[in-house]
């Protein structure tokens, strides 16, 4: 059954969030759908108003929080860039059956939100990028445990304004009443912690992000990942580890834990056994550039790609690190799957739903560096074929999870339950 699908996502293609919401969306092309996206808005107004109000929290985070590692993300559930007016004017008469909110950390209030729930008796899905409408403003938590108790105490914010976060938290909640929303929810540890809040609403776990990529549907790429391979074997190439960190200096990317694993690795063999060659990705400050002196493994590092060029080095590569020590569901791992990389990731966000150990990748104890410098020893004494075999596998499991299809029909089903038991 064809629906009216509204979406929200305040960035597209771009960004974790932004790359995530563009894919979701893509997966409806069958239904008929509306987009609000400050990326296809035109109103000079609209897009002043959204970054004077990015600006001013940005600014407000800076002096009221003392901690990054938690990036707390919002102060006033009340906040939104469009008001129900202009929002209306631009759906003119598209009723919309579902509304499905993505990111919108400044995009939409949720006061605003329940006003189009009551204008066109619209079904509210969010599928959870992270958690800081489900806390008091927090994005990530896995250091704290204070949302069991209405983030009383907040750890994040400075002592004269750890108010804030319980006030968001319980205005967070009076909303959540009215909405009567759905959570998709992208991984096993979202859906714990989603659990542990004692929330009565709905929820799905739906584990794998959708992709679009012409590799999941081209017959030839799997024998293409086979044939390159084998080129490298014939030339007795390096394994080449690609390591996609975005940025360097914030702490859940988790560098240092890869960087002091890298270093415990390169300890335990002469420079001639080494068969590892590393590509870093991501914004690096001059003290990491710096740090690489100690490596005596051969390695390239770039700043942020655009996604052919990212592609072109996915394509080259025999395996992906995500050091990330705080994540709900990595993007980047589906991603490098869908190229035939296995995948290293730290027991967090997705990495029991996507990896089956030792057959797509490797999870590996939280900050445990001589875990992960252990793994890397692993990969480096694997035989041609064992890697190959490895490769395959992988690229078969991402064909077999990854398509935009089951993403779609897994929301479609999760909205028809939730619509046929009401009526």
């Not at 704290?144 to 968001?168: E, G, H, M, P």
């Not at 655009?306 to 020590?325: A, M, N, T, W």
Request: aromatic residues 16%; glycine residues 4%.
């Amino acid at each position: 059954m064809r629906y009216k699908i509204l979406f929200f996502s305040e960035i597209l293609g771009a960004g974790g969030g932004g790359i995530a919401s563009k894919r979701i969306i893509d997966c409806f092309k069958n239904h008929e759908i509306k987009v609000i996206s400050l990326d296809s808005e035109k109103n000079l107004l609209i897009l002043l108003k959204y970054h004077i109000i990015r600006f001013f929290y940005r600014l407000k985070r800076f002096f009221l929080t003392n901690s990054d590692k938690f990036n707390f993300n919002s102060f006033n559930s009340r906040v939104g860039v469009y008001p129900p007016k202009i929002i209306k004017k631009k759906l003119h008469n598209f009723n919309p059956d579902i509304i499905v909110v993505t990111w919108i950390e400044f995009l939409i209030s949720l006061e605003t939100l329940q006003r189009l729930k009551n204008e066109y008796n619209s079904r509210i899905i969010f599928v959870a990028m992270d958690n800081h409408l489900l806390t008091g403003g927090c994005r990530y938590v896995n250091e704290c445990n204070n949302f069991v108790n209405q983030c009383s105490d907040c750890l994040a914010l400075r002592k004269n304004f750890k108010n804030i976060a319980k006030d968001n938290y319980l205005s967070y909640r009076t909303y959540f009443k009215k909405l009567s929303p759905m959570f998709m929810l992208p991984s096993d540890h979202s859906k714990n912690f989603y659990k542990k809040l004692n929330l009565n609403f709905k929820f799905y776990e739906f584990d794998y992000w959708p992709i679009q990529h012409n590799n999941l549907s081209n017959e030839n790429f799997k024998k293409n990942i086979e044939e390159n391979f084998n080129i490298k074997k014939k030339n007795n190439k390096k394994k080449i580890i690609i390591c996609p960190i975005q940025k360097f200096d914030e702490p859940r990317k988790g560098w240092k834990y890869l960087y002091q694993s890298i270093l415990d690795f390169q300890n335990q063999f002469s420079k001639e056994q080494i068969n590892l060659h590393f590509i870093f990705i991501g914004k690096l400050e001059k003290k990491h550039i710096l740090s690489f002196k100690n490596f005596r493994i051969s390695y390239e590092y770039y700043n942020y790609l655009k996604r052919d060029q990212l592609e072109k080095l996915y394509s080259k590569s025999d395996f992906g690190v995500i050091p990330s020590i705080q994540e709900w569901a990595s993007i980047s791992t589906n991603e490098m799957m869908t190229f035939g990389l296995p995948v290293i990731n730290f027991m967090t966000g997705s990495s029991k739903n996507i990896i089956i150990e030792g057959k797509n990748g490797f999870i590996i104890n939280l900050k445990d560096i001589y875990d992960l410098s252990d793994k890397l020893k692993k990969i480096n004494l694997m035989s041609f074929d064992q890697m190959i075999h490895m490769k395959l596998f992988t690229y078969d499991f991402a064909r077999k999870n990854f398509h935009s299809k089951f993403f779609e029909k897994k929301l479609i089903k999760f909205y028809e339950t939730e619509k046929f038991s009401i009526n």
